[in-house]
C-alpha cells in the first residue's frame, strides 16, 4: 500500500542520512487517539510499523487535534515509554540539539472552533482549562524559552499551521498570538503538521 512504502522510505532515507531523532508533529493515532494508556492501537500505528532498524531512535512528538479527541492523558503517560522506550510525547517543551534548539507547542488549544464548533467530536481538555491560563503560560514558556537559547539554529515545532497554501489554510489564532513572539526572536523555523501536503513557505523579510 502507499502507506507502507512511505513508512519503507522513511526507513531507507533514515538510514542513508543517519538520522539522531525524529520528529513527530501531532495526530499521533487517527482518528481519535488513544482510548487508554493500553491501546493496542499504540503497537498498531507506532511500535510494530516502525519497525526498521534506522527509526530505532528518540521519538519527539506533540499532540494534534486528532489525539485530543481520544485519552489524551494516555499519549502523555509514562506507560506508554515502558512499552516502547522510543516514544517521549509531551504538551510544550524544549529539546536542546545543540547546534540547534527544539521549542515543541502544543497548538490545538490555540483554535477557537474546538471549542465552540465540535462537529459532534469530542475533546478531552484535561489539563488545559482554564483556557486562557493555560494559553498564556504556554506563550510566555516559548518566549522566555526563545529569549534564553543561544542555539545557532532555533526551530519551533506545532501540530497546526501559522501559514499555508494547503486545505487548512491559515490558523489565525497562532497567526495573532504566536507568530509574533516567533519573529521578536528571530526564529529560523516553524515546522508543523494538520494540512497533509509539503509546504515551504518563506516570509519576505527573512
Not at 540539539?97 to 475533546?123: L, N
Amino acid at each position: 500500500s502507499y502507506e507502507n512504502l512511505n513508512i519503507l522510505q522513511m526507513g531507507i532515507i533514515a538510514e542513508k542520512i543517519n538520522i539522531d531523532f525524529i520528529i513527530s508533529t501531532g495526530d499521533n493515532f487517527y482518528e481519535n487517539g488513544l482510548t487508554d494508556a493500553r491501546d493496542p492501537a499504540f503497537d498498531e500505528s507506532f511500535s510494530n510499523i516502525y519497525s526498521a532498524l534506522s527509526l530505532q531512535k528518540q521519538w519527539y512528538s506533540v499532540l494534534g487535534n486528532h489525539d485530543y479527541r481520544g485519552d489524551v492523558l494516555a499519549q502523555l503517560s509514562s506507560i506508554l515509554t515502558q512499552r516502547d522506550s522510543r516514544w517521549l510525547c509531551m504538551r510544550s517543551y524544549i529539546v536542546n540539539a545543540e547546534i540547534a534548539e527544539f521549542f515543541f507547542v502544543d497548538t490545538s488549544p490555540f483554535q477557537d472552533k474546538y471549542f465552540t464548533t465540535t462537529e459532534g467530536h469530542t475533546y478531552d481538555w484535561r489539563g488545559v482549562l482554564p483556557r486562557n491560563d493555560y494559553l498564556s503560560k504556554v506563550l510566555m514558556d516559548v518566549d522566555s524559552g526563545l529569549k534564553k537559547s543561544t542555539a545557532k539554529w532555533k526551530i519551533v515545532v506545532g501540530h497546526h499551521t501559522i501559514q499555508s497554501a494547503g486545505q487548512h489554510g491559515n490558523t489565525q489564532e497562532l497567526v495573532d498570538q504566536l507568530l509574533p513572539i516567533l519573529q521578536e526572536n528571530n526564529v529560523d523555523l516553524y515546522v508543523n503538521g494538520h494540512d497533509h501536503c509539503l509546504q515551504h513557505i518563506s516570509s519576505p523579510d527573512r
